[in-house]
């Protein structure tokens, strides 16, 4: 008997009720087609029904119920009457989309954020750490720069006093390395250079300040671990001064 492939017998499924005694009778009464199906499957045969496998089992070997009609509904045995096979149909689907209501109120549900205070935290300390040291590295370049400015007048200042070049280099030297002690500030390497001085009344002393300064301790985040820092200064000789 060829038993119908396309309707599966879901809508019997899904609007077959009954509750007390007389189920099968009511079952066959409403669909006589799925009761009937049911009783012409050969023992091992499986009907799909509302997309769940039943399968006929051999009859029983109990000799209280001598070859009593069993069925097997996706793996659960001993279904001993059509109503049976429906009402375990039945309960399936409800469970089956009770879990799946379940998993979308999960998905829709609130967010258990526990935790995730803690990696937050973790996230803007790490921003504020680099933020801070940007702005303190950049102020550390800044303020070298003008120290450097600084020195270099200095030592233009303290060379244009001296009455001849080469003690007017001894103190220039010394000038800008004390204005920069003063300041603070550690060179790893100071050079001072006098080039383009005109050492003669009226002339001019030019100086020239190279500092390279360590800035290890701001570097990451683009920042240098050292740079060179070095500026220029002129200052004039007096006009009257007397020189040897």
Known sequence: MT???????????????HRGPGGDAA?????PDLVQALHDLAPGQTLMVAGVPVTRQEPSQD???PDRDRWDVDGFANNASPWVVVQ????MRRHSNSRGRRWL????GPRDEHGYTAVELLAMTTVLVGMITVVVGGGRIVDSNSQVDDAAYAAA???SLETSFEAAQIAGRDAAKDSLADRGKACTQLTVSFAGTDFRTSGQVTARVTC???????VGFGLPGAKSFTATAVVPIEQYRRLP
């Open 3 to 17: 038993h119908p492939t396309t309707t599966d017998w879901r809508d019997a499924i899904d609007t077959f009720y």
């Open 27 to 31: 079952l066959a009464a409403a669909h």
């Open 63 to 65: 000799d209280r119920w």
């Open 88 to 91: 375990s149909i039945q309960s």
């Open 105 to 108: 109120t999960r998905l829709r």
């Open 157 to 159: 200042r303290a060379a």
């Open 212 to 218: 390279h300064a360590n800035l290890s301790d701001v």
